[in-house]
């Protein structure tokens, strides 16, 4: 099953922030990985603008050591890569100053698809967009990539899309979220609205409850300052989690095209519950024998911000009224796991009897790792004795369904900065969306700042406290093992 890549017009990007973390670790690498699929074609200019001084030369061996560390193995063609590197520029440049600006400002096209990527911190994301404009690089032609995090609250979100919307229209903004570009999550849309099979069962009638989780195993690493004014509700759940619950409890878009699809995400978070505090857990992780934990990796003893939070949401409408969806992140946990589990009902009378036990259907949407999709049917346990009922999975892998083809599936950021070239806002959030999102949040964060109560704590390498397990076990249901 070969990938079918269909090469974009020539065009000209801009990273903001080209030396920085993220550029080295993904942008880049995405780039070069387009590159040799063959997807750019002559012409194509990429463009590194950052604060630090250097030359092109010097740039081009700091992307080639960011591709030896971090790019797949298999993409490494001696010709492709001085190819690809032969072609970066680099322009010293200061996103709240005059360098550099006039120099970026001549390197641009005049008559081509030009984007922007901020990928700095976001008190730059203002300062970027109103000096594009001053330079004269904010045509029709031109779109912004806004990394995350995309405020910190509804105020914060509110004046930067009103700041990006002096000199941008709505269709030039792309909010990356890039959990929107991974395989899977494109997939769940595919499943649920090109089979007839699920879609009649998507509903409270059916589906007992739903279960969304992303653990990582990292704890806060070189971002301590950050995460400790942002803490696991804004720095996950307002945007990833949401938009994987958006995802999938949305109702079917009219069409697949992005005011359809973006109209119907931002249906299901106005029509989120506001969440009661008995129904959300915040933890924090502590140190176990020699690592240390949150509070000596912050370097604040007195934190009281979180980096697990498990919660349940209820979405009010005639689809989901009485089916909960309990959200679940946290750092430190057992197990890289991200997962969407569908809990659906138990059938209303076993004819097997009580002995056969209780068993239910789980469609689980996996994230990482295994990108895939698998759906826990129950059969009769093979052997001569009697009706036992055992549950098992029909596994569809992806890299295994799709066979060798299945490694040149697009990451991510692949996919989604294509997207933006070929002008497909679909996998990018609207400003109302995000609004909405904080409008959400605000009032649970809120309320926990208010109290002033210190999350509980939980052992790294654990599944998270105690009291998150409580939350699901009062319900009479339990959370899905992060597995290792
Ligand atoms: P970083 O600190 O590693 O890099 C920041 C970049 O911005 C550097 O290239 C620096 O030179 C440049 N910069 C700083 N001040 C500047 C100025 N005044 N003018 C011009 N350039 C300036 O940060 P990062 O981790 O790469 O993150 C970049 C953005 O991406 C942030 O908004 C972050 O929240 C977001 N993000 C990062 C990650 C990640 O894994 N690193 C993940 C998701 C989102």
Known sequence: MASRVIPVDPFDLVVFGGTGD?????????????????????????????????????????????????????????????????????????????????????????????????????????????????????????????????????????????????????????????????????????????????????????????????????????????????GAMRDMVQNHLMQLLCLIAMEPPAKFDPSAVRDEKLKVIRALDPVVPNDIVRGQYRGVDDKPGYAEHVENAASTVESFIALKAHISNWRWAGTPFYLRTGKRLRARNSEIAVVFKEAPHSIFGAEAGRHRNILTIRLQPNEGIDLGVTIKEPGPGGMRLVDVPLDMTFTEALGPDAEDVPDAYERLIMDVIRGNQTLFMRGDEVEAAWAWTDPIIADWEASGDAPFAYDSGSAGPEEALALMHRDGRRWREIRL
């Not at 750019?40 to 050591?65: C, F, K, L, N, P």
């Not at 004269?136 to 995309?150: L, N």
């Not at 229209?169 to 997939?187: A, F």
């Open 22 to 230: 993220l550029a080295r670790r993904k942008i880049l690498p995405a780039l070069f990985r387009r590159y040799c699929a063959g997807q750019m074609q002559a012409g194509t200019r990429i463009v590194a603008a950052a604060r630090t001084e250097m030359d092109s030369a010097a740039y081009r061996e700091m992307v080639a050591a960011a591709l030896d560390e971090f790019d797949t193995p298999h993409a490494h063609d001696a010709d492709q890569r001085r190819a690809f590197l032969d072609g970066l520029h680099y322009v010293t440049l200061d996103a709240t100053g005059t360098q550099g600006w006039e120099e970026l400002a001549a390197l641009m096209s005049r008559d081509r698809i030009k984007a922007y990527y901020f990928s700095v911190g976001p008190a730059l994301f203002g300062p970027l967009a109103e000096r594009l404009h001053e330079y004269g690089m904010s045509d029709d032609e031109a779109r912004i990539v806004v990394e995350k995090p995309f405020g910190r609250d509804l105020e914060s979100a509110r004046a930067l899309n009103l700041t990006l919307a002096r000199h941008f229209t709505e269709s030039q903004i792309y909010r990356i979220d890039h959990y929107l570009g991974k395989e899977t999550v494109q997939n769940l849309m595919a499943i649920r609205f090109g089979n007839m099979l699920f879609e009649p069962l998507w509903n409270s009638q059916y589906v007992d409850h739903i279960q969304i989780t992303v653990a990582e195993t990292v704890g806060v690493g070189g971002r301590a300052d950050y995460y400790d004014r942002s």
